[in-house]
DNA sequence: TTGTACGCGTTATCAA
DNA sequence: TTGATAACGCGTACAA
């Protein structure tokens, strides 16, 4: 501890000139030299390609030597380059992660399941939000291709956009997350959202409720297909979609309170339906804020279920029925096979899964009065 | 777009053996060969330092030529190679980002401020959890330090650790993030957690609170300091540390719950102080749960503030009152003086940032009766 | 304005 | 078991 600072400064290195600062008009300030495999030859009195040997496990190689060659690796401090490793071996060790946004709580878990399998293969995890717009998903990929990763764990804009081409054109292995594709030939895992919307939907209708207001979206990954399980379950009902109120573009917290914050302001707060489906959980908080602001309680006047199972839903004011999905396995699923792939290769046919919702009852919704 | 499937298959590309799959017992699949600067070159009839230049942007070569390469190059979906130029340049355009936990919400938004900043100047991000173990964090730095990033962004579990000194070692830019030292040398950004916990304290006080529990933690990145405050605080008001109940290894909203259900079942619901001070919005949330299961009503009964103010603490079933860390502005201020660094070098003296705490006033907190 | 030649750190293929 | 040598893709002095 109290050695610290004089370890840095006096410690005698290998390279002596070549300093930090030494050369002038140096205006960036480039790192020490590391001790190289050519380095620790010469120390040891032999070859790089001994070297080379002795440390990467080679067999062909006496104990003794290796044994010396090691210590002295290690007195050295030497970490192999695996940038100029990757020359020759065309692997990087290194895997390209593109999410909608790392804020969002959502990917938060999805790349916790990612980072945790990757660091436990020994892989690091270049990770970038697209923030849902193709140009700069597309930048990002060109990024990670000038980087060399391994392979890419993706969250696309869409299953057919010029990323995912480019990626298949240039053979990098890659897993599709949270959404999916007709082409046999891809790998994806996504939730079944067409299920998850009917499982939300049909709880709400089996609790007697008769009239809806939809929070939907057109943008949102899998919106499409849980709009599509809400209309099954409304029709397998004998109930008609034009007697509900469908709200489009509910995509953030922001919008599902402003919706309806508008929706209130229009049909009073007697005319109200009382069931409310929400595309997502941020869209169910946000819908919760504006009902409880203008007086309307949750679930005594209207039931509100959500969508996600983000890790707050169950401590917001009042715990959130939702539709889980199960984020963390989906980050492991894509990971695990990723990796797979590129132990094994990549087959013909590409693995394809589908996670299966779950209902989670929390507090936020309730049988209808009548 | 059309042509896109056959864009991959067709198309003549230089290497014709050595195509994936075609070697017998390949197990593991490799991309397929990339276009090079020498395939470009060759494609143009001129040499591939021509090629580097034209791309490169330099002044030496004509208008004529460059456009015709660059055509080319763009025809041939030329992307250069990051690791074969860091040989050469010594920059990889890479920055490692050493975290506590991403999935916590706090570490979330200071990914976020750095991501943001990074990928405006055109850098990418290797991004691991050192949950906060030593070993694990030596572990990752050395993976850090083997792929060459040009500087660290890190959260250390100490700013006298092992991996500090190894950056220092190897001259590494690195930036310390929710962390402080007393070497001049080092660049940190911390928050001012001191002044933070007086302000909570203290905002109790002004409400008339005078017994409380103290929900305090010895691990915790900066609970020390707040620690401090609060008894600062206590003491300013002519009060006795010993008259008030304090609680430690509070880290974990479920710590924070079991240990004021411990503390209820010793001293029963009537006995109970106040207020109670949290040493964050995860141990608060925890406490917050366990009131209200014991039928003690927050704030009507007991008085809670948190720290932090991570995004979910608005949203809660009571809207935490809590103070307020620059999550975001810390990794931006980070993120960018690293960068800076980069550009201009690092000097002797360190860029040390103290960000400054604001209360929240939710509504966890009240006017004592008396 | 362009070409030649070398070095960066590593692995791989020979030959010894 | 070891050594010499050639890649790998790029940048860059230096020469033309």
Redo the contacts between chains.
């Keep these: 501890?109290h050695g610290?600072?004089a370890?840095?400064a006096s410690?005698g290195r290998q390279v002596v000139s070549s300093r930090?600062?030494a050369s002038p008009g140096?205006?960036?300030?480039?790192?020490?030299k590391?001790a190289t495999l050519e380095d620790i030859a010469r120390a040891a009195g032999v070859t790089k390609s001994t070297v080379s040997r002795a440390l990467g496990g080679s067999t062909r190689i006496s104990a003794e030597t290796r044994e010396r060659i090691s210590a002295l690796a290690r007195r050295m401090?030497y970490?192999?380059?695996?940038?100029?490793r990757?020359?020759t071996t065309?692997r990087?060790l290194?895997i390209g992660v593109v999410l909608e946004d790392?804020?969002n709580?959502f990917y938060?878990?999805v790349?916790?399941g990612i980072?945790v399998v990757l660091?436990q293969h020994?892989y690091?995890?270049?990770?970038?939000?697209s923030n849902c717009a193709s140009e700069e998903e597309l930048e990002i990929t060109?990024?990670?291709?000038?980087?060399?990763v391994d392979g890419v764990l993706i969250t696309p804009v869409s299953s057919d956009s010029e990323p995912i081409?480019?990626l298949?054109?240039?053979?990098?292995?890659f897993f599709i997350m949270n959404e999916r594709s007709d082409n046999p030939a891809l790998n994806w895992v996504d939730c079944d959202n067409r299920a998850g919307g009917h499982l939300a939907t049909e709880y709400m209708l089996k609790l007697g409720h008769r009239r809806f207001v939809c929070l939907r979206s057109t943008k949102l990954r899998g919106s499409r297909d849980r709009f599509e399980g809400f209309c099954k379950a409304i029709e397998s009902y004998g109930l008609s979609l034009s007697d509900q109120v469908i709200l489009e573009d509910a995509q953030t917290r922001e919008e599902g309170r402003d919706l309806v914050d508008d929706l209130v302001g229009r049909v009073g707060t007697g005319a109200l339906p009382s069931a409310m489906v929400a595309v997502n959980d941020a869209v169910a908080?946000g819908a919760m804020e504006s009902l409880f602001a203008h007086g309307i309680r949750v679930p005594d006047d209207v039931s509100l279920i959500g969508y996600d199972d983000i890790?707050?839903a169950g401590?917001?004011?009042?715990?959130l029925t939702t539709i889980h999905q199960e984020k963390y396995s989906m980050g492991q699923i894509a990971a695990t096979s990723l990796l797979q792939?590129?132990?094994?290769?990549?087959g013909k046919k590409g693995t394809q899964v589908v996670t299966h919702p779950r209902l989670i009852i929390r507090q936020s919704c309730r049988e209808t009065a009548s």
């Excluded at 970490?79 to 100029?84: G, K």
Aim: avoid cysteine; aromatic fraction near 2%; proline fraction near 7%.
């Design positions: 501890m610290e600072k370890d840095g410690r930090r600062g140096a205006k960036a300030r480039l790192p020490r590391a401090h970490e192999p380059n695996y940038l100029a990757n020359l065309r990087t290194s790392i804020m709580p938060t878990e790349a916790k980072e660091k020994g690091v995890m270049l990770l970038t939000s060109r990024t990670l291709l000038r980087n060399k081409r480019m298949r054109a240039r053979g990098i292995p908080i890790s707050l401590l917001i004011r009042v715990p792939m590129l132990r094994d290769g990549v």
